[in-house]
């Protein structure tokens, strides 16, 4: 076996040639991650995203165009809005920070702000780790503003960048997460808040990393501050976000994802996911590898819509949602579990069948009894 940074060459490599020549590699954040993590059985996701695929521009030329995504208003707001908590140095961010999650501690008068630029991500990375050490050393307030962080998913490291990461004069270490959807009466959008959370969950799984590399290892705080807009103003208002079960759904997800690398190998020779190919080409390359769709996909993946299409051309029971295909067990198809329920296949042993034809013959039954009704005759 080839030593490790061999194969991590290696690996590039082979990812640079799916990707496509030329072609930039778009960099995986906490928001795909998180989906990623959510589906960890979709090794098509698994690939493209491991290989810095667009997949925006993919689905274009797939002929499947997604609207998922942050609109550019969404974006220019959140933008100012973040700017908005982190003036002045950083002043009320600590100072909610404080409030929310460490009133005990003295207060974050003249926090360290260090500096965090560096050439390139692996740059940054080393620079934001030194950062933490100084700071966590120091035993003072400090603010990173954008840090980066890096995470091994499925044997390919992953560049993080979340909003901020404070540090308390304790040592201990807080991702603070920043949204642009309001805050009203001093709660959010449970949805909203559920997704900021499996994000904010990657940064920390990413910080945990850094922190297991220094003797004695900080404490990672599994409370996040969460800040948004005050009501409909442009005020920030904070909330301490619990995301122990997030964290731990997600790291359970992350192991199960099968390596790049055999993903990679698993592929046909010349396999390539350039945009600029014929639609055909990039059709079969898409298709070569396999795909877990479930509707929970459309709002996480812009490959969606092409994956829905060809699970319901296939007539894949996972595009009626997991919990459907949960139920029926060895029955993968629509037309298996019609001719189930029919009683023309399937073991009658298997309490997905027995369940299926119990359905089919009180659906049956029922229909009669309609038909009757309606006829206006009386049942023989």
Avoid at 143 to 166: C, I, K, N, Q, R
Avoid at 322 to 332: D, F, H, K, Y
Avoid at 352 to 358: E, F, G, I, Q, Y
Wanted: hydrophobic residues 45%.
């Amino acid at each position: 076996m080839p030593p490790p940074r061999k194969r991590e060459t290696a690996l590039r490599h082979r990812l640079a040639e799916l990707r496509g020549p030329d072609v930039p590699a778009k960099a995986l954040d906490a928001r795909a991650l998180a989906a990623l993590a959510a589906n960890p059985g979709c090794e098509r996701r698994a690939i493209l995203d491991g290989a810095g695929v667009d997949k925006t521009t993919l689905a274009s030329a797939l002929g499947a165009p997604s609207a998922f995504g942050q609109s550019q208003f969404a974006l220019t707001r959140g933008n100012a809005f973040e700017a908005r908590v982190k003036s002045d140095g950083g002043a009320e961010l600590l100072r909610l920070v404080h409030e929310k999650l460490d009133p005990g501690a003295e207060p974050p008068s003249g926090a360290q702000l260090p500096d965090l630029t560096a050439i390139g991500p692996e740059g940054r990375t080393a620079r934001t780790a030194l950062a933490l050490r100084e700071a966590t050393a120091a035993g003072a307030w400090a603010l990173l503003d954008h840090p980066m962080l890096a995470l091994d998913v499925a044997g390919s490291p992953a560049f993080l960048e979340p909003d901020a990461v404070v540090v308390h004069p304790d040592g201990g270490w807080t991702v603070v997460e920043i949204k642009s959807f309001p805050m009203l009466d001093g709660s959010a959008d449970p949805a909203k808040v559920g997704a900021a959370a499996r994000q904010a969950a990657v940064y920390v799984l990413a910080l945990e990393e850094v922190a297991a590399r220094l003797d004695p290892a900080p404490r990672v705080r599994h409370h996040v501050l969460l800040v948004c807009p005050k009501d409909f103003s442009n005020l920030p208002a904070a909330s301490a976000v619990d995301i122990r079960k997030q964290r731990a759904v997600t790291a359970r997800q992350l192991t199960r994802l099968t390596r790049l690398e055999d993903i990679a190998d698993a592929l046909p020779e010349g396999t390539c996911f350039s945009p600029d190919l014929p639609v055909e080409d990039l059709t079969a390359a898409v298709e070569s590898v396999p795909a877990t769709y479930a509707p929970e996909c459309l709002s996480a993946c812009e490959l969606a819509f092409h994956c829905r299409d060809r699970s319901r051309t296939a007539g894949a029971v996972t595009s009626l949602g997991r919990s459907v295909r949960a139920e029926l067990g060895g029955l993968t198809t629509v037309e298996d579990v019609l001719a189930a329920a029919r009683g023309e296949a399937g073991d009658p042993d298997d309490p997905a069948v027995a369940a299926l034809r119990r359905a089919a013959e009180l659906r049956a039954e029922a229909l009669g009894t309609a038909g009757f009704a309606v006829a206006g005759g009386a049942r023989p």
